[in-house]
Every structure is written in C-alpha cells, then in structure tokens.
C-alpha cells in the first residue's frame, strides 16, 4: 500500500461554491477494505490559525504508532513534524476540506474499524464570506463521526453563534440525506489560561460553565448549540499554551513544547485514538454506515449542492428557502419547506448586534 497523503476531498471556486472531487472520497471511504467497513471519521473545525492541522499531524503519529507505550508514539526529540500542511504565521494554509488518504485500522469487539482524519480551513477567515464557512463546517460534520471544535483560549459568544449555524445547517441536511449531524463533539480550548485546572477534569468544569452560562440567557441565543453540548456525547478538554519557541518555529519538536502541553497533547491524542473504534459512523436511525455508504450519500449532497445556494450572509439571518435538499429522499414539498423555514428563524437583529461587537470572551 502507498504511504498516505493529504487529499483534497471539497474545493472552492471563485464564488464560494463548493465542488467535491468524487475521485478523492472514493480514494479514501471505498477502496482498501473500507468500503464494505464501519469507519470513523475524526474532524477539526473551529478558527483560523489555532493549531488545527498540527494536532491532526500528531494524531497521525500516534495512528502509526498503535503498540507504543509511554508517550513513546510522539517521535524523537527534534523530529519535524509532518503530514497536513501547517505553519505558525498569519496566512491561511488549508482550503478547504481534506483527508488523509490511507486508513488507520483499529480493532474493537465486533472486529476492525478504519479511523481517518478530516481537516478543515479555519472558519470566521476574513478573506471567506461566512456563507462559505458555515457550508464548509456543515459538509465536515457530516462527514464525521467524532467531531472536534477547536477553540482559542476560552469559549466566545461568536464562536458558539457559529456552531449554532453549523448545527442548524448540519441538522436540515442530515435529516434529508439520512445521516446524524453530531454523533461526538470535543470542544478543545487551546491556550487555556483561565482555569487552574487543566485536561479533562478542567474540561468537565469548564463545559458546565459554558452551559449555565447559556441556559441562563433570556432568551437563549444559541438554543441548539447548548442542547450540543448537554449531551453525554459532548466533552471539553482544556489545553495550555505550547511555548513560546513551538508557537513561533516551524517544525513543530517535542523539544519546543513547553512540558505541561507536551503532557497534554500526549494525553489528548492518547485518550481520542483509544476511543476511535466506539464512534463509527452511523445514520439517523442508529445503523452503522459502510465507507460506500456514507460516500454515496456526501455524493448525493454534492450534486445538490452544485445546484443551490443557502443564501444566508451571517449566521443569524433568516433564510427561508431551500437548503441543499435532496430532489427523492425528502419527506414531500411541503413538509420540507416549513423544516427548512422554521430552522433558520431565528432573532436577526439581536444576532447581528452580536456578530457585529467585538470578540467578547462568554466566560
């Protein structure tokens, strides 16, 4: 088998439309015994340039790597770190959606699962109008099974405005294509400096912040985002700053990590893997879903997506048409009309307000 590489499974156009390139996903999801496996599919969304792509470089490693013991799996002191493409400066590095070609087999109870890595640009870019984004992030979390929301030093109200849209957007579709929009959901915080307490057990505490912060807003701004994160399936983890020297390198060593986030990467990455077999993916009704399966349905959603535009320019605006729909596995006209209507209802001129303000930490 050929060593895995990045491939480019969503493509932008000039307009912000969104094409998939059917070759790559089938590279990825239907060749090498995935196609008739169960598959667990590991995505990252969250803002530009907050070490999404450096993580999944070491969740590469630790794949590699499954009878490691000890940290051992994270490689040699001055080991430059490789894989997706990554880099510490302003510009935005990946377009797009990508996968890692090669599959990483995993075994679980009911026999091997193939883990493969999903990365996604970052969301709120300047240069990418929203609309663009939230299909982006919608397409990713479709896509997977355990989904990871990236985020920089603690949870803002925009950050959660715009999980609200991925989930809105995530939610219509899935249910028209068959598939569960969230099945896991980890807010990562990176560069955590507002708890004393870090990893899980941070995390734990942290999560249970943000949801009594959002349960007591009057009325609740992002309603489906804190459902998200009430779930049992949805957890926080709190990471520290990498250092200095790793936050302004390029190679991405072990010796330029600060040993406290080298301790938490190390456990993070740990901890994820070991649980990759018991997220497959499934459909909205519980089944597990094929690597054919699920590239035939992100297929179909390709095809319509070619053809429509959600028509929402931030992710507060109503939108009132048809999103993405499917032309035979929708319910009937009318039902997905008033489906799709009464999602995106939501209160635009509060939203807007706050879309427009400055990135006000929530906590």
């Known amino acids: 088998m050929e060593p895995g590489r990045p491939v480019q499974l969503v493509r932008l156009d000039k307009e912000g439309g969104l094409t998939l390139d059917e070759e790559a996903l089938s590279r990825c999801l239907e060749q090498g015994g995935v196609g008739d496996a169960p598959v667990c599919l590991v995505s990252i969304i969250g803002e530009q340039r907050q070490g999404k792509s450096f993580l999944l470089n ?11 013991r000890d940290g051992a799996w994270m490689g040699r002191e001055d080991e430059p770190l490789e894989g997706f493409e990554w ?10 959606v990508w996968a890692w070609s090669q599959p990483f087999w995993v075994p679980t109870e009911g026999g091997k699962v193939a883990v493969l890595l999903v990365d996604t640009e970052g969301s709120m870019d300047l240069e990418r109008n929203k609309e663009t984004s939230i299909k ?3 397409m990713s979390m479709l896509l997977s099974s355990y989904q990871i929301l990236n985020v920089g030093c603690q949870v803002k109200d925009p950050d959660l405005e715009y999980l609200e849209m991925f989930l809105q957007v995530a939610e219509v579709v899935g249910e028209a294509y068959g598939l569960e929009p969230v099945q896991h959901l980890d807010l990562l915080v990176r560069d955590s400096s507002s708890s004393l307490v870090l990893g899980a057990q941070g995390g734990e505490q942290h999560l ?16 489906k985002a804190l459902e998200a994160l009430s779930r049992s399936s949805s957890r926080c983890y709190l990471m520290p700053f990498p250092g200095k020297r790793i936050s302004t390198g390029n190679q991405g060593t072990l010796r330029d990590m600060d040993e406290d986030f080298r301790d938490s990467l190390r456990d993070y990455v740990t901890a994820l893997v070991g649980s990759a077999g018991q997220h497959v993916r499934r459909d ?13 349905k992100i297929k179909n959603l390709s095809d319509v997506m070619k053809k429509h535009r959600s028509g929402f320019s931030s992710p507060c605006q109503p939108v009132t048409q048809h999103v993405w729909l499917p032309g035979k596995e929708s319910e009937g006209p009318g039902k997905q009309t008033g489906r799709i209507s009464s999602v995106y209802r939501t209160g635009s001129v509060s939203c807007t307000r706050a879309m427009s303000a400055e990135r006000v930490p929530l906590l």
């Not at 070491?58 to 490691?68: D, F, G, I, K, N």
């Not at 510490?88 to 990946?94: H, N």
């Not at 909205?284 to 035939?296: F, M, N, P, S």
């Open 58 to 68: 070491y969740l590469l490693r630790r794949l590699r790597s499954p009878e490691a």
């Open 284 to 296: 909205r009704h519980g089944e597990l879903l094929t690597g054919t399966q699920l590239a035939a």
């Open 87 to 96: 880099r510490v400066d302003e510009e935005r590095v990946t377009q797009g």
């Open 136 to 138: 982006l992030c919608a």
């Open 208 to 223: 249970r912040h943000v949801r009594q912060m959002l349960a007591a807003m009057s009325p609740c701004r992002h309603p």
